[in-house]
């Protein structure tokens, strides 16, 4: 057995090969705007918010569906829904766009801004450009001559993730850079659904999703000669009277099971395909809690905004840092028996004037300014009745 060994060994080396060889990487990763996870080896992308990509184990799953719980006033969680529209522009995937109160057209106008690298050329004190070839008239730190340019163009969408402007609006001129494909339901003909369990509104939207994954190919029934792509379906506000489903409307609807056989049709769509959705369901609306439940097991992440807005927490002085809580209902387990669990689970949201950020809870200290002078007061004044708050207590 010696003897044959060596034999192999030999022809090995005179070869100049291994029979260790390194598996080449999948063509799925040469997609721009993706990257592959660590922990599953599944195809990530970005949400568009760095900080929720983080909070979710590191972006969202190709073939994977999200659920966010609208707030209230539906003011945060439709900015979620176009910042995960504009990281697809800027990316350069294809998108889907299905609305039933607002059109279609109208939120994609609403996209914000992409923050795009500083300009390489240095200007001087008069306005006047300085030709960075030039050392004679360059005025710049001595160990900072010899780095590269800084890249002004989109060529930086190959990178995972982007930040974004919210006071400014996409230039329409990036902005039709993206194909976009819109279902606007209040524009769609009613069709008829007697041998289908769903609704007009969802039958006619889950059909429109599965043409747009068959034609364009994201099936994987295009040739492999052309360049792969990502669609990003962004679903706004799904289970809403709008829709047809009265799941918001009374405790126990007739269409209960409607948004859940929808969103368990729509999963397998997205298993068999290079396509991730984000949908957007109006939660404090529905009051039966077992259909609320079987919406989140059928999704495979799942959070929830709850905005200080028209709440006793928009006054307190704990929360002053903050706009609202975000609640991880849950997490994908994809191709492993444990999902990733966040480092913590006491979160919260704030809007800047410019970015909307994800940051761990905080509060203040109990001898801070802001919080010392009222707590102790009510202190006093809720432990006894004879105490006040200039007084100390007794015991």
């Known amino acids: ?190 069709v008829t659904t007697e041998s289908s369990p769903l609704p007009s509104p969802y039958h006619a939207l889950l059909k429109s999703i599965q043409t747009v994954i068959r034609k364009e190919g994201f099936d994987g029934s295009t040739p492999q000669s052309k360049a792969r792509n990502v669609l990003r379906l962004g679903l706004h506000s799904l289970g809403s009277a709008l829709w047809g489903d009265d799941v918001c409307c009374k405790e126990n609807p007739a269409h209960c099971h409607a948004l859940s056989t929808f969103l368990y049709a729509l999963r397998g769509l997205l298993r068999s395909s290079l396509s991730v959705a984000m949908v957007t369901v109006p939660s404090h609306l529905i009051q039966n809690r077992a259909v609320m439940g079987r919406i989140i097991r059928l999704s495979d992440t799942a959070i929830a905004l709850e905005s200080f807005r028209g709440s006793e927490k928009e006054t307190n002085p704990l929360y002053k840092d903050y706009h609202g809580l975000l609640h991880v209902r849950q997490l994908p387990h994809l191709n492993c028996l444990s999902c990733e669990v966040p480092d913590t689970k006491d979160l919260a949201f704030k809007l800047k004037r410019k970015q909307f950020t994800i940051e761990r809870l905080h509060l203040p200290p109990d001898l801070s300014e802001t919080v010392s002078r009222v707590s102790k007061t009510e202190l006093a004044a809720g432990c006894g009745t004879t105490a006040t708050g200039n007084k100390r207590l007794d015991f």
């Open 1 to 190: 057995m010696a003897a044959p060994v060596r034999s192999m060994a030999g022809s090995s080396s005179i070869g100049n090969t291994t029979s260790f060889q390194k598996k080449s990487r999948s063509k799925l990763v040469s997609i721009p705007g993706t990257r592959p996870s660590v922990q599953n080896g599944q195809l990530l992308l970005s949400s568009g918010v760095s900080s929720l990509d983080y909070v979710i184990g590191g972006g969202l799953a190709v073939g994977t569906l999200l659920l966010v719980e609208e707030d209230r006033y539906d003011s945060y969680s439709r900015m979620l829904l176009k910042y995960f529209l504009a990281e697809g522009v800027v990316c350069g995937h294809e998108l889907f766009l299905a609305s039933a109160r607002d059109h279609p057209d109208e939120i994609m106008q609403e996209l914000p801004s992409p923050i795009m690298d500083e300009v390489a050329s240095l200007k001087t004190n008069e306005g006047q450009l300085i030709d960075p070839e030039n050392p004679d008239t360059m005025k710049i730190a001595w160990r900072y001559q010899n780095q590269s340019r800084v890249q002004t163009a989109l060529g930086s969408s190959l990178r995972f993730g982007h930040y974004y402007d919210v006071s400014k609006t996409m230039e329409p001129e990036l902005r039709q850079t993206a194909k976009c494909h819109s279902f606007y339901q209040l524009q769609e003909t009613p």
